[in-house]
């Protein structure tokens, strides 16, 4: 619709959610943020879907919480429940997430950026933990950034606040990419084809593994595994990501239209 601040298109198993509020730099509003929700419910339910891709208009990716309406609202009005489920959509999504970044992030911003499996951005691109210099705590996105980040840059830059660019954002873990603008584009969907490669509950599984703590007990790291193996590989998928090899032929969940 047009006058949504979020707008979510589906093609060839791709669904893109389109953050687009440009007149307060896609800040987290409480309308954005419940169509970002919404949007990204039905991406995870829609079987048709196989990555998503979150993204923007504008200059600015995310510029963090709207703090025009935070400012003298109470805890729950400044979205303080709403924004880690959020952040917990994307993280646990069992479809794969690509955050594509033309422009700066913010505070909940890059929180929401390390929430994604992928973040590629334009080598133009920013970010900051901006938090304490407004005199808060980045404490709701160190959830999701923490195991991105290199500890002695988290600590750098969660504590001075200073900016800092896409090249050193590749170097600390927090984006996997930086190319120039021109490029992003095709870089976000070399990543999206490679994706869409992936048998859905395959992907769904290998997420989980990534996210699971390990036990320091490596026999029953091994066993785990050898179970989570062996019973994808006797399984629908994997069977049929077999036969689709033996056959010289592209398995039946890569999308074709």
Known sequence: MADELVHYEVRRGIATITLDSPHNRNALSTRLRAELTGHLKAAVHDDAVRVVVLTHTGPVFCSGMDLK???????????VNEFPAILEQLWTSPKPVVARLAGPARAGGVGIVAACDIAIAADTA???????????VPAVISVTVLPRLLPRAAHELFLTGETFDAHRATTIGLVNRAVPADDLDTEVTRYTDMLALGAPNALAATKRMLQDPRPTNLGEVFADMLELSARHFGGPEGQEGITAFVEKRKPTWVPTD
């Open 69 to 79: 309406e935070a400012g003298g609202a109470s805890s729950d009005q400044q979205g």
């Open 126 to 136: 920013t970010f900051a933990f901006s938090e304490v210099r407004i005199g808060v």
